[in-house]
T-cell receptor, first 112, second 111 residues
Framework: DTAVSQTPKYLVTQMGNDKSIKCEQN?????MYWYKQDSKKFLKIMFS???????INETVPNRFSPKSPDKAHLNLHINSLELGDSAVYFC???????????FGEGSWLTVV | SQQGEEDPQALSIQEGENATMNCSYK?????LQWYRQNSGRGLVHLIL?????REKHSGRLRVTLDTSKKSSSLLITASRAADTASYFC???????????FGKGTLLTVNP
């Protein structure tokens, strides 16, 4: 069974559109994350949630809005997509701070 | 800001050889972790070493940590073609669930 699953895996969309990426973890973890990996493979945290509460918001534009309906889900909604948003977005989870992070397989977003 | 810096950026070796990757960081840490990313896939955790540990082993992996030099190394012994991947170090400073990743080392193991 997939521990951290995110959908869609590939997303091609036009500038200005709004899109969502969904993420679910079945590990029973309390903390979930969104990371962004750019074309140079640099991986940067965007958000983290602990028990549905926002812990980290790393100066991400307001166009990005995470939503955690319960601690097993953390969805990412992006408004008014821009070319620079093209990247791979990874959802992840961990039990506690400082522990192993389990990553999803990534969502490849291409904005044209 | 980026915490970890791996070097080399890319490493190409023959199957059976050992591969060593290094990671340097700037501020004090609680622990340091190494992850592997196969092309087109998510990151997979390899090993975690705490700030009070100096060396850790897991199978063919050996990780060292030198907090005085703010550096870590990952050694993969007897490499295999399947070890071809990008390897990232990540540091945890114990602040609000934030694990900071380096830019990674791309390891290519030629059969």
């Amino acid at each position: 069974d997939t521990a951290v699953s995110q959908t869609p895996k590939y997303l091609v969309t036009q500038m200005g559109n709004d899109k969502s990426i969904k993420c679910e973890q079945n590990l029973g973890h309390d903390t979930m994350y969104w990371y962004k990996q750019d074309s140079k493979k640099f991986l940067k945290i965007m958000f983290s949630y602990n028990n549905k509460e926002l812990i980290i918001n790393e100066t991400v534009p307001n166009r990005f809005s995470p939503k955690s309906p319960d601690k097993a889900h953390l969805n990412l909604h992006i408004n008014s997509l821009e070319l620079g948003d093209s990247a791979v977005y990874f959802c992840a989870s961990s039990q506690d701070e400082g522990n192993t992070i389990y990553f999803g397989e990534g969502s490849w977003l291409t904005v044209v | 800001s980026q915490q970890g810096e791996e070097d080399p950026q890319a490493l190409s070796i023959q199957e059976g050889e050992n591969a060593t990757m290094n990671c340097s960081y700037k501020t004090s840490i609680n622990n340091l972790q190494w992850y592997r990313q196969n092309s087109g896939r998510g990151l997979v955790h390899l090993i975690l070493i705490r700030s009070n540990e100096r060396e850790k082993h897991s199978g063919r992996l050996r990780v060292t940590l030198d907090t005085s030099k703010k550096s870590s190394s990952l050694l993969i012994t007897a490499s295999r073609a399947a070890d071809t991947a990008s390897y990232f170090c990540a540091t945890d400073r114990g602040s609000n669930y934030k694990l900071t990743f380096g830019k990674g080392t791309l390891l290519t193991v030629n059969p």
